[in-house]
Nanobody, 126 residues
Framework: QVQLVESGGGLVQPGGSLRLSCAAS????????IGWFRQAPGKEREGVSC????????YYVDSVKGRFTMSRDNAKNTVYLQMNSLKPEDTAVYYC???????????????????WGQGTQVTVSS
């Protein structure tokens, strides 16, 4: 049974940092594409970043490029999202998701992922 559990969210001041974790079970992480997504109140869920299972390459949406870094620890079956220089507009519930089909090379759309975690709240506020 595929299961994803996010952690690491919280309240941080603008300019601060957080590291989110996504622990996977029921499958081997390095055989699947993994994506991070977020959903702010009243807004649609949007893709943030993804990591390819084929070559480990990453993709970031423009709004987080240079600030967020996604990584994968296959030994721990966990992926991470390091978020630096956080802004109030980064406030959202953050989700990780996975799928056997790897579309990370072309983007990160929520509709491409079948398995989701429960989410972790990130609030950026002074």
């Amino acid at each position: 049974q595929v299961q994803l559990v996010e952690s690491g969210g919280g309240l941080v001041q603008p300019g601060g940092s957080l590291r989110l974790s996504c622990a996977a079970s029921g499958f081997t992480l390095d055989y699947y594409a993994i994506g991070w997504f977020r959903q702010a109140p009243g807004k649609e869920r949007e893709g943030v970043s993804c990591i390819s299972n084929s070559d480990g390459s990453t993709y970031y949406v423009d709004s987080v490029k240079g600030r967020f870094t996604m990584s994968r620890d296959n030994a721990k079956n966990t992926v991470y999202l390091q978020m630096n220089s956080l802004k109030p507009e980064d406030t959202a519930v953050y989700y990780c998701a996975t799928d056997e089909v790897d579309n990370c090379g072309v983007g990160v759309s929520p509709t491409w992922y079948d398995y989701w975690g429960q989410g972790t709240q990130v609030t950026v506020s002074s």
